[in-house]
């Protein structure tokens, strides 16, 4: 009997490399959608502006009033909520017909009620502001700030940056395409083209 040659195959089949055991690109792409869909409900329900009729009012700090607590530049998100009191920071805006109105402050409520209005300080002020918020007028309570985050935005609404950050977002989005579609535009153009030099041979 003839000795077998080369090497026997083994009974348990080859491990299939790592990159086979990827998820399926529908389900991936699927799993994204949800992730997407569940961050922009998550902004809708707790982050969207009161100025879109969300909850949520954004600060940029401006002064020292509310040294140490608060920086220029921090950016302060404040909520709506149904009551407010003493030692609660707070923002409303300044009321019209005063130097300022409309601008929002964000103070310290250190007395007065809801109905009469309260008295709001600064931190650092030794006197009480001027003006007295009733909770009606109260945008909202501070809900988390993010240091110097409102020198970043800022910078956003120069024009020549938002130009800038537009051009690099269609540089992205070219080099993101996906391999197919530069062929199948590569594959159209070169039809065109063929078209267009059979016309020309007429």
């Known amino acids: 009997?003839?000795?077998?040659?080369?090497?026997?195959?083994s009974a348990h089949?080859?491990?299939r490399p790592l990159s086979a055991r990827r998820l399926p690109e529908r389900v991936r792409r699927l799993l994204g959608a949800g992730l997407l869909l569940a961050?922009?409900?998550?902004?809708?329900?707790?982050?969207r502006p009161t100025a879109l009729g969300g909850p949520a009012t954004y600060v940029v700090?401006?002064?020292?009033?509310?040294?140490?607590?608060?920086?220029?530049?921090?950016?302060?998100?404040?909520?709506?909520?149904g009551s407010y009191g003493v030692g609660d920071l707070v923002t409303y805006p300044v009321p019209e017909g005063a130097p300022g109105a409309g601008d929002l402050v964000i103070h310290r409520i250190v007395g007065?009620?809801?109905a009469g209005g309260f008295t709001t300080q600064g931190d650092n002020r030794r006197q009480a502001d001027d003006w007295h918020p009733t909770a009606a007028q109260v945008r909202g309570r501070e809900w988390f700030t993010v240091p110097g985050a409102g020198t970043v935005l800022t910078r956003f609404t120069d024009p020549p940056l938002l130009a800038a950050l537009a051009g690099g977002v269609a540089v992205v989005v070219v080099l993101l395409r996906s391999p197919a579609a530069r062929r199948d535009e590569d594959a159209?153009?070169?039809?065109a083209d063929a078209d267009a030099d059979a016309g020309d041979g007429r």
């Open 188 to 191: 159209a153009d070169t039809g």
């Open 13 to 15: 089949p080859a491990h």
């Open 1 to 9: 009997m003839a000795a077998p040659t080369g090497v026997a195959a």
């Open 112 to 114: 007065g009620s809801a």
């Open 61 to 81: 700090v401006s002064g020292t009033s509310m040294e140490p607590t608060l920086h220029t530049g921090d950016l302060v998100v404040l909520r709506a909520h």
């Open 39 to 47: 961050a922009v409900v998550a902004w809708g329900l707790l982050l």
